[in-house]
């Protein structure tokens, strides 16, 4: 009997939750064979999903319901499991915790022995210890908040799901609002990415996410003063969308950009040192930390970090700009492509930095964004490596592996787009 599109997402579905379910119960041992082999079960499953979900125009309700339980179940299965010693959640209780305490996150640095009593028993092992915060405003104030509530990793992992549930909401308006096929909340609620990164490890980056999603949201409804600033809290947790502006350009009014930068500058207030406006470690992280970064790593035999980060944002700027050109109105494909664009050059590139172009993957056009949030995957390896002491360094085949991937996937759609062109020139030639 042949299966419907409907019965293949089912059990696609079901191999993504068993095969999440036991990556969840092996996160502690990330990049050992037991957590690798059941997220490469669950990547494969999820690109097959992709393919219903491409070839089919419309599924029932029923589906897109059962197929969002599913994606409740394996994030709670995550959301139950701690996140690493050192994993960024842990500088997140600190920041929050030295706010509430009266102290500014952008000065005081962990590893200080004149604040060891500051330390509680999740803070004591972040990672980084030797510098202050990197995190701009908006997040500071969100760790603030939150560990206001309940001072745990555990409460900001809870936080953040509710940040990702939000985003289901907010993306199944605006397909509606486009007229897209509802069931494409699937490409994004059930991507392995947000269960490891956001209910397991705990990532701020999915509130800017949400917070992009409702700029683009509003955009598609022609909320303006909305949309402006809610990109630019956006910004104001990480500062990736930046890149982003163009695309702004003549769909916000002066006005709404001028409230936008005041409602970013007050947050930033709290913590003025000497009327200064405080970057923390960002400077640091520039000009030291790297991971996954082929190409700045190629560019820095020959240039400075510096020039090289601004050469990042300066491709973002450039991709968005002939985005806005290309894009029909409403499209929200146009802000994926930017940040991509502006990653592939960055001194680092983690797993979580992706998660903010996962609302904005939809069409054929993205494909090879999407293959690269699978494709990365691999580098979690190192977490393996870094265990038994190797260096903290992804591997050349990982790297060829993962960006490989990219390159052939983009190859596969540039080659079918000119076979279909052709054939469509052929056939036009035929019936003069």
Not at 17 to 42: D, H, K, N
Not at 148 to 171: G, P, Q
Not at 362 to 379: E, G, H, K, N, Q
């Amino acid at each position: 009997m042949k299966l419907t599109p409907s019965r293949r997402l089912y059990g696609l579905g079901a191999i993504l939750l068993v095969a999440l379910t036991i990556c969840s119960r092996y996160f502690s041992r990330m990049g050992e064979p037991s957590f690798f082999i059941p997220l490469a079960v669950a990547g494969v499953a999820y690109l097959l999903a992709i393919r219903e979900l491409l070839s089919t125009p419309e599924f029932p309700k029923r589906v897109i319901v059962f197929g969002l339980a599913l994606s409740a179940l394996w994030q709670v299965q995550f959301l139950r499991t701690p996140p690493g010693l050192d994993d960024d959640i842990h500088r997140y209780v600190w920041d929050g915790r030295v706010q509430r305490l009266g102290y500014n996150p952008y000065i005081v640095v962990p590893s200080d022995a004149a604040l060891a009593s500051l330390h509680t028993s999740e803070t004591r092992t972040l990672n980084n210890p030797e510098v202050p915060s990197p995190y701009p405003a908006g997040a500071q104030l969100f760790f603030r908040a939150v560990t206001s509530i309940h001072e745990s990793t555990f409460a900001l992992k809870v936080a953040f799901v509710v940040c990702d549930l939000a985003i289901v909401f907010v993306l199944l308006d605006v397909l509606r609002c486009t007229r897209q096929g509802e069931h494409w909340v699937l490409a994004y609620a059930w991507h392995p990415l947000l269960a490891i990164e956001v209910a397991g490890s705990g990532h701020v980056d999915i509130v800017g996410v949400l917070l992009l999603l409702v700029s683009a949201a509003s955009l598609v409804r022609r909320w303006r003063a909305v949309a402006a600033m809610a990109f630019g809290l956006a910004v104001s947790v990480k500062l990736l969308p930046i890149v982003l502006l163009p695309l702004y350009w003549k769909r916000a009014r002066m006005r709404d950009a001028a409230l936008a930068a005041i409602v970013v500058g007050l947050l930033y207030v709290p913590f003025f040192n000497h009327g200064r406006i405080p970057i923390g470690s960002l400077g640091t992280y520039v000009q030291r930390f790297r991971f996954n970064d082929p190409v700045f790593a190629t560019l820095e035999r020959v240039a400075a970090s510096q020039l090289l980060a601004g050469l990042a944002v300066l491709v973002g700027f450039l991709t968005a700009i002939w985005m806005r050109r290309k894009s029909a109105e409403g499209s929200l494909d146009a802000f994926a492509w930017p940040m991509a664009a502006s990653l592939f050059c960055a001194p680092v590139v983690y797993p979580w930095y992706l998660l903010w172009m996962l609302p904005f993957l939809r069409s054929t056009s993205t494909l090879p964004i999407l293959v690269w949030t699978l494709s990365i995957l691999p580098t979690y390896y190192v977490w393996h490596l870094r265990i038994v002491g190797r260096p903290w360094l992804v591997p050349d085949w990982i790297v060829i592996l993962e960006y490989g991937s990219v390159a052939v996937a983009a190859a596969m759609i540039a080659l079918r787009r000119t076979t279909r062109s052709a054939a469509l020139q052929c056939s036009a030639d035929q019936v003069e």
